[in-house]
Nanobody, 118 residues
């Protein structure tokens, strides 16, 4: 069974930084893409950043130049470094992974709260 274990998050003042981590546990043949989504109250879940198995990254326009997604392939872990945080970044952040078992599968983490105070 594939699980995503998230850590990080919390409360920070505007302009501050936080780092989120997400580790994939379980046996998979390959990871297609891993990344983070977020959902603010009353809004739809949206992509924040993702990284492919080949290391290509994709960011939402709203976080470019502020957030950096990296990965440790040996540990099947991704890290989201969030700098210059804004109150608009307040949301529940969810880790997502798409992988091959070899059949393609997808999993979500349970979510971690990020709150940015003004």
């Amino acid at each position: 069974q594939v699980q995503l274990v998230e850590s990080g998050g919390g409360l920070v003042q505007a302009g501050g930084s936080l780092r989120l981590s997400c580790a994939l546990s379980g046996r998979v043949s390959s990871i297609v893409v891993m990344g983070w989504y977020r959902q603010a109250p009353g809004k739809q879940r949206e992509l924040v950043a993702e990284i492919t198995g080949t290391g290509r990254t994709n960011y939402a326009d709203s976080v470019k130049d502020r957030f950096t997604l990296s990965r440790d392939g040996a540990r099947n872990t991704v890290y989201l470094q969030m700098n210059s945080l804004k109150p608009d970044d307040t949301a529940v952040y969810y880790c997502n992974a798409r992988y091959s078992l070899p059949l393609v599968g997808s999993s979500w983490g349970q979510g971690t709260q990020v709150t940015v105070s003004s």
